[in-house]
């Protein structure tokens, strides 16, 4: 159902692969960075961004905010056309709903450690599968762009440093291996999505409800809550 294409060179050079091969959908996956305090996830869109991908990268943005308890950036977890600027190039050549994921801080501590581990990124990697199966319910090519690695002008580079070790980009490709990998497993449409309750890394329950349910956690009153 689903095939997934990853795509080298300069940004502009991915875009016109990915418009050659007829990709449904075009990722590109980051991390942020600016300071050790902030934790908010954000999504850019290219200026001359779709409804959908607006949508998609609002949805996005707040399933990544309460997966990692942290908050929405930019309009309601987009940014239109980056920040000044920065990030249109990399997407507004697409023919295609096109997205540039900044989930989590590299510059923050405790989320440089989530992007670190395994566990933070499956959770990532399922969050943007499953954003996948409910924007692009039919399938198809998804075209994968690993930021800063693999650019023809600047082969050394790597993005930004983490927080106790590591370079941006490699952790972004891992991310995006871990999502082609649940992706291209996917042999029907998304009629039911799963819920998991999790304390830490334990799985404490799990079930399915319908792919358009509204789930919401109260937390005064200590209730998930699941609107059909």
Not at 12 to 23: L, T
Not at 172 to 199: F, G, T, Y
Request: hydrophobic fraction near 35%.
């Amino acid at each position: 159902m689903y095939k997934v294409k990853f795509y080298r060179g300069d940004y502009i050079e991915r875009q016109r692969q990915a418009n050659s091969d007829n990709c449904v959908a075009y990722v590109e996956q980051h991390f942020n960075s600016y300071t050790g305090t902030d934790d908010y996830s954000v999504v850019v869109t290219g200026s001359n961004a779709s409804p959908t991908s607006k949508n998609w990268g609002r949805w996005y943005a707040a399933a990544v905010a309460r997966e990692f308890n942290s908050h929405v950036g930019g309009d309601n977890g987009i940014k239109v056309g980056g920040y000044d600027g920065r990030g249109d190039g990399n997407l507004r050549y697409t023919k295609m709903p096109a997205i540039l994921l900044e989930p989590l801080f590299a510059s923050n501590p405790h989320q440089a450690e989530l992007i670190r581990s395994e566990s933070g990124q499956e959770r990532l990697a399922r969050i943007l599968c499953e954003s996948i199966q409910r924007f692009f319910q039919d399938g198809g090519t998804i075209g994968f762009s690993v930021g800063h690695k693999y650019k023809t002008s600047n082969p050394s580079d790597r993005g930004v440093p983490l927080v106790g070790g590591g370079l941006e980009a490699d952790f972004a490709e891992k991310v995006l291996i871990k999502a082609k990998e649940m992706l291209e497993a996917i042999d029907a449409p998304v009629e039911e999505r799963q819920l998991r309750v999790m304390k830490g890394g334990e799985l404490l329950w799990s079930g399915t409800v319908d792919a358009d349910s509204d789930v919401r956690w109260d937390p005064v009153r200590g209730v998930l809550q699941i609107e059909a």
